[in-house]
């Protein structure tokens, strides 16, 4: 069994694959000028597509979500044809790094909990040709909330995401790539522990039965807990930071 397929049975069937909240998108998306039924919406690396049903219930765009895992797909059309928004939300299977759009024709680019898989300035700056002149990007990345930080905790994101850095380094790198910064705030607790963490933890145990406690899983099941064990306890100095900018 592979780390890939047990990453996809654990996540597939949660709402959302990293921490977020309704909430947390529509204050994003207040930072945006209201879009109609012609505005055009890329979602990337949208997972099951919590955000995205967010998205298309509440602004009348047309939706474009993509992710390279057709099980997280499946999710989102289900849930799509459920809240009846299946023709305003299309799913495709795609590489982040490997977008086929025409260029300048975004009207918002979409991100949440993903951008880090192939890095923050390389997603900003591959992603910007497919936005329209003065379309708005929003992101939500990892983040440093203070300029200093006990050595464990730097020890533990350095190694898992080197380009974790603090808010003022993260607005310079979206100016640098040819933004305008508009508005940042970070997630709340609820985020990360009610929306994500527990709900994983809580499927933990069945999760574990159903591989009959294979190795491997209870390892993979253990990551997960010290990461959340040490959500709980440095959450002072890191969260999500949702970045919403401006295309120069
Ligand atoms: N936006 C969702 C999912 C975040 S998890 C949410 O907030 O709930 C990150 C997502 O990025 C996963 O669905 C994963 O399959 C996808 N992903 C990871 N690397 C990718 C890549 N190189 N190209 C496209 N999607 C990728």
Known sequence: ???????????K???????????A???????IPQLNEKSKVLDIGCGSGGQTITLAKNTAAQITAVDMLPQFL???QNNAKENNLINRITTKEMLMDGLTFDENYFDVIWSEGA?????????????RKYLKANGYIAVSEISWLTDTRP???EQYWV????????????????????????????????????????????????????????DEVKEFVEAGKVEADLY???KDYYSYVFYIAKKK
């Open 151 to 153: 050595e464990e905790i």
């Open 13 to 23: 069937d949660n709402e959302r694959q990293g921490p977020g909240s309704e909430e």
């Open 25 to 31: 998108t529509l204050k994003a998306l207040s930072y």
């Open 74 to 76: 499946d999710q989102l």
């Open 115 to 127: 951008i880090y898989n192939i890095g923050f300035e390389k997603g900003l700056s591959l992603w």
């Open 1 to 11: 069994m592979d780390l890939l397929e047990l990453i996809i049975e654990y996540h």
């Open 159 to 214: 190694n898992a995401y080197s380009e974790i850095d603090t808010i003022e380094n993260k607005l310079s790198v979206i100016e640098k790539c040819g933004y305008t910064s508009v508005a940042h705030f970070a997630l709340d607790d609820k985020c990360w522990i009610d929306n994500y963490y527990q709900p994983l933890l809580e499927n933990a145990e069945a999760f574990l039965k159903k591989y009959n406690y294979a």
């Open 232 to 234: 709980n306890r440095f």
